[in-house]
């Protein structure tokens, strides 16, 4: 077993006040089907891209889709 234990890294309290930039990314989420969410697989791949494609866009955080186009 492998514990990871670290603060939380809350967003800076004017992010509150003025909000966030988001971005609709074209990495989607993965279909349940395919991967239980119920198990920890420790699989972020898609949610690691998706950052990326947030930051490569100028944002802060990332709005991932599922399969059918849906939040």
Same mark, same amino acid.
């Given at each position: ?8 890294? $809350?967003? =800076? ?6 909000? %966030?930039?988001? /971005? ?5 989420? #993965?279909?349940?089907?395919? $991967?239980? =969410? ?6 972020? %791949?898609?949610? /690691? ?5 947030? #930051?490569?866009g100028g944002c802060e955080e990332a709005i991932m889709l599922n399969a059918e186009g849906f939040v």
């Open positions: 077993m492998i514990i990871i234990a670290d603060k939380i890294q $809350l967003y =800076p309290p004017e992010m509150y006040e003025r909000g %966030l930039d988001l /971005i609709t990314v074209p990495t989607v989420r #993965n279909l349940h089907s395919e $991967l239980n =969410p119920a198990i920890k697989s420790l699989s972020y %791949l898609n949610n /690691i891209l998706a950052k990326m494609e947030a #930051n490569n």
